[in-house]
């Protein structure tokens, strides 16, 4: 153990708490949740990261981090006319949907077989709109943006991981010195409120399915890729047959899909978490109790986060990656003859769209892998008429 694990884990906590918690709120706020069943969404989703990455990371000695499907929450914002009984029901679908998956051995096949630039450059274009998003608040807040940016640029020099850390206390003592948090009304303690689940049959096909289908193509298949850019063996069924069981469970308690980290993940996975390899796996449990203390406040977090602005959780979310996407960038064209195809693997994901409810970073893989096949068929065209 050593200060950089304990920094890039707390840096990964909040960075996925502070970066994606608007969006739980937005859902909760779609299928008409109460305050108390938002809070208590909100701490059971803070329970399910902190036991299955506790049990994944030390399990497996592996950097294992897990999340909350933050593309499944946009899925769940945007939708209507359903209730929270009946989302819970969808949840619970997607659930079992996650645990059947698990038993099925083709998944970790099709993972092993993922190049390593292809996987770098999809992780690249995930990465790429958080760090541009530094620059796109800078205009509106450059009294808060710009000395964060300055700070990170001089202290990184020094430490990247704890470059990090200064900078998020800097930009909090910014926020309250510039008057740009809002007035606080009540800080409480979190309660867990039990929802009985509603079974409709066209919320479970409407919500329950492509909660599923996006949680496993824009959360697990990048959190897989993730671990593999990283050179870690990734043990899919067992990632996916424990986060399956505790979405299964926290479920009643209003929460969505749990899953493999993608994003928060490539913090605790590169060298600024540990120079040696096999010790970053100590992140795991630094990362659980970071999120087992928020799961205690949960509700105060919720009204907290609100009392800050936008651009410092963007700034911050973006500095915190910007290690993590200078490396995926240097792995993705280390291969000459791969290039292309991780140079269209990132475009398409860096592009942000979405088909079918499916995010870009699915659709990026899916191109890489396409010009990958297509580009071995040549060579393979070519060796042929040679000989």
Not at 216 to 238: D, E, H, I, T
Not at 306 to 333: D, E, M, R
Not at 338 to 347: L, N, S, Y
Request: glycine content about 10%.
């Amino acid at each position: 153990m050593r200060a950089s694990v304990v920094i890039s884990a707390i840096v990964a906590v909040l960075v996925g708490f502070g970066g994606s918690l608007a969006v739980i709120l937005s859902a909760a706020q779609a299928v008409g949740a109460s305050p108390d069943q938002t809070s208590s969404w909100v701490t059971a989703l803070c329970l399910s990261m902190m036991a299955t990455t506790a049990y994944l990371s030390i399990h497996h000695r592996l950097p294992i981090i897990t999340a909350w499907s933050t593309p499944g929450a946009a899925l769940i914002a945007a939708s209507s006319g359903v209730s929270i009984e009946a989302a819970v029901g969808a949840f619970i679908l997607a659930a079992v949907l996650i645990l059947i998956t698990a038993l099925f051995r083709p998944v970790s096949v099709l993972i092993e077989r993922i190049p390593t630039p292809i996987a770098s450059a999809m992780l690249a274009g995930v990465l790429f709109s958080f760090v541009v998003a530094i620059f796109n608040h800078l205009p509106g807040a450059p009294a808060l943006v710009l000395p964060l940016i300055i700070t990170f640029v001089i202290l990184r020099q020094y430490s990247p991981a704890w470059a990090v850390l200064i900078v998020l206390l800097l930009g909090v003592a910014l926020v309250y010195v510039l008057g740009m948090t809002v007035p606080i009304v009540e800080l409480r303690m979190s309660e867990i409120v039990w929802v009985s689940p509603g079974f409709d049959t066209a919320t479970l096909i409407g919500l329950g399915v492509p909660l599923y289908l996006v949680t496993m193509a824009s959360q697990n298949l990048p959190g897989f890729a993730v671990l593999k850019a990283a050179g870690y063996p990734v043990p899919s069924r067992s990632i996916l047959a424990v986060t399956g069981l505790s979405s299964l469970m926290t479920a009643g308690m209003g929460a969505h899909t749990s899953n493999l980290a993608a994003i928060t993940a490539s913090i605790c996975t590169g060298p600024d978490a540990h120079p040696d390899k096999n010790k970053r796996w100590l992140c795991g449990p630094v990362y659980a109790a970071g999120y087992g203390f928020l799961a205690i406040f949960g509700a105060s977090f919720v009204t907290l986060f609100y009392s800050f602005p936008q651009a410092l959780i963007a700034t911050i979310a973006g500095i915190a990656l910007a290690g993590p996407l200078v490396g995926a960038l240097g792995a993705s064209l280390a291969e000459e003859q791969q290039r292309f195809a991780a140079v269209t693997t990132f475009v398409v994901t860096a592009s942000g769209f979405s088909i079918l409810g499916v995010g870009s970073a699915f659709w990026g893989l899916v191109a890489g892998l396409i010009i990958t096949g297509l580009d071995q068929c040549a060579r393979r065209i070519h060796i042929r008429r040679g000989s």
